[in-house]
C-alpha cells in the first residue's frame, strides 16, 4: 500500500536549518505533486509548501516563503523539505502529504506519520 | 486568500446521535473546492470527503456533506464511537491552500 515515512525532526536553534525528508513506496512517486502540512502542538493544520510532480513548479505560504524550499529527488522516490532561519514558531509536527486532484478540487489524500520540529535555546 | 472558520469549537454529542459541524468561508467558494478531514489524537489527519460529495476510501456513508456559497456542514448521520476526532475543512485556490481550525467533537 502507499506508505509516506518522514525523518530529518529534531531539536534546533532559533536562526538554525534542518532538512526534512519523506519517502515514498507503493506508488507512482514521479507522477504525484507532493506538499508538506504542519501542525503546531495542540493547534490545526497548515499548509506549508507543494510541489509538482516534475518539481518544477513550487508553492509556499507566505509563513515560510524565502525561509523554507521544497524539492524532491524522483529516482529516489523521496521529497524534501529545507528549513532556514527557524523561528519558535515553526514549531510543529511536519506532513508529507500526497496530492490528488480533479475537476474544481485539490486535496491531501495520503499523509505520513509526521516527524517533529522544536526550535529551541 | 481565503480564510475558513469553524465551528462551533467543541461539540459534545452521544454515540447514535447527528453531528453537524459547520465551514464558512470568508468569500464564495465551490463545494467542489472544500474537502474534509479527521484527525485522531496521535494520528495524522484522514481525508473523509472531497469534490462536493465524494467519500475517500473506506468512509461509511453516515458522513455527509451540504451548503453552497460560503456556508457548508458536515453531517455525521449516527455516531459511532470511533468518530470522536478533531475535524477540519479545507480549501483549494490560486496556487494557495488553508484549513479552518478545527472541530473538536467528543464523547458527552
Known amino acids: 500500500q502507499v506508505q509516506l515515512v518522514e525523518s530529518g525532526g529534531g531539536v534546533v536553534q532559533p536562526g538554525g536549518s534542518l532538512r526534512l525528508s519523506c519517502a515514498a513506496s507503493?506508488?507512482?512517486?514521479?507522477?504525484?505533486?507532493m506538499h508538506w502540512v504542519r501542525q503546531a502542538p495542540g493547534k490545526g493544520l497548515e499548509w506549508v509548501a507543494f510541489?509538482?510532480?516534475?518539481?518544477?513548479?513550487?508553492y509556499y505560504a507566505d509563513s515560510v516563503k524565502g525561509r523554507f524550499t521544497i524539492s524532491r529527488d524522483n529516482s529516489k522516490d523521496t521529497l524534501f523539505l529545507q528549513l532556514h532561519s527557524l523561528r519558535t514558531d515553526d514549531t510543529a509536527v511536519y506532513y508529507c502529504?500526497?496530492?490528488?486532484?480533479?475537476?474544481?478540487?485539490?486535496?491531501?489524500?495520503?499523509w505520513g506519520q509526521g516527524t517533529m520540529v522544536t526550535v529551541s535555546s | 486568500e481565503i480564510v475558513l472558520t469553524q465551528s462551533p469549537g467543541t461539540l459534545s454529542l452521544s454515540p447514535g446521535e447527528r453531528a453537524t459541524l459547520s465551514c464558512r468561508a470568508s468569500q464564495s467558494v465551490s463545494r467542489s473546492s472544500l474537502a474534509w478531514y479527521q484527525q485522531k489524537p496521535g494520528q495524522a489527519p484522514r481525508l473523509l470527503i472531497y469534490?462536493?460529495?465524494s467519500r475517500a476510501t473506506d468512509i461509511p456513508d453516515r458522513f455527509s456533506v451540504s451548503g453552497s456559497g460560503t456556508d457548508f456542514t458536515l453531517t455525521i448521520s449516527r455516531l459511532e464511537p470511533e468518530d470522536f476526532a478533531v475535524y477540519y475543512c479545507?480549501?483549494?485556490?490560486?496556487?494557495?491552500?488553508?484549513f479552518g481550525q478545527g472541530t473538536k467533537l467528543e464523547i458527552k
Open positions: 510541489i509538482h510532480y516534475d518539481g518544477i513548479s513550487k
Open positions: 469534490g462536493a460529495s
Open positions: 507503493g506508488l507512482t512517486f514521479s507522477s504525484n505533486g
Open positions: 479545507q480549501h483549494y485556490g490560486s496556487s494557495q491552500y488553508s
Open positions: 502529504a500526497k496530492r490528488e486532484s480533479g475537476y474544481g478540487w485539490d486535496v491531501f489524500d495520503i
